[in-house]
């Protein structure tokens, strides 16, 4: 038994072709989970800095169309993207005559959500994928494992050789697939649920947001 190689690369060198390519899958499904948690969670945090840095400038008290006219009708971040989608129809709406068209107050809605519903769409894209990998890997890595002990069993029977040096080394490579399916899974499970969260958390700030200039501007429009 001491003579038998139990590292990480031998255990994977031993395996046979099927369990070597299950392995390989969830190495690149955890590295691919790992890119998307790391892509996200610097996403979601520029996202909130800009929300700040814009909440900071919207309730200032500087004039709307003021500030509309400084970040113009095409800007990059989020919160500034549904501002101007309701100013850019607020301005629409108004006649030459400086009068109003009919029904301003529901295009002005409808207009800052769809730019929510942009927005979302953003921030939760891949989060599918995060699902994926925690709920499949470990099935994926029990195959491994099922298919690795099937051969460990027939090596056993063809050798007529029951002991422990026998049977150790191709079990051991079998749960390694079940231990990197884990290894995928847990990871993806939880940060799917935390990034989740942390989505839906800017998603409401953002209605909220709307809802506030919604009402702004329908004070403008009764008066």
């Known amino acids: 038994m001491e003579s038998v190689d139990f590292s990480m690369w031998a255990l994977f060198a031993r395996a046979t072709i099927t369990v070597k390519i299950t392995m390989i899958l969830l190495i690149v499904a955890s590295f691919w989970a790992w890119a998307i948690i790391i892509q996200k969670t610097l996403n979601y945090r520029a996202a909130r800095r800009e929300a700040a840095v814009f909440d900071e400038a919207f ?79 470990p099935f994926v890595g029990l195959f491994g494992t099922v298919w690795g002990i099937m051969n460990a069993f027939i ?52 209605e909220s947001f709307a809802d506030e200039f919604a009402t702004i501007l329908s004070r403008q429009l009764d008066s």
């Open 155 to 206: 090596e056993i029977a063809e050798q007529q050789n029951t002991s422990l040096a026998v049977v150790a080394p191709g079990i051991a490579e079998a749960l390694l697939a079940t231990g990197l399916g884990l290894l995928a899974a847990i990871p993806a499970v939880i940060f799917y649920n935390k990034l989740s969260a942390d989505s839906d958390r800017i998603v409401g700030n953002y």
């Open 59 to 137: 309730w200032s008290g500087q004039p709307l169309d003021g500030l509309f006219d400084k970040i113009g009708p095409n800007p990059s971040g989020p919160s500034e993207k549904i501002f101007a989608a309701g100013m850019l129809e607020w301005r629409r709406s108004h006649r030459t005559d400086g009068g109003l068209i009919a029904g301003a107050q529901s295009r002005i809605d409808r207009s800052m959500d769809v730019a929510i519903a942009k927005e979302a769409e953003g921030l939760q894209k891949n989060l599918a994928v995060l699902a994926t990998v925690g709920s499949t890997a």
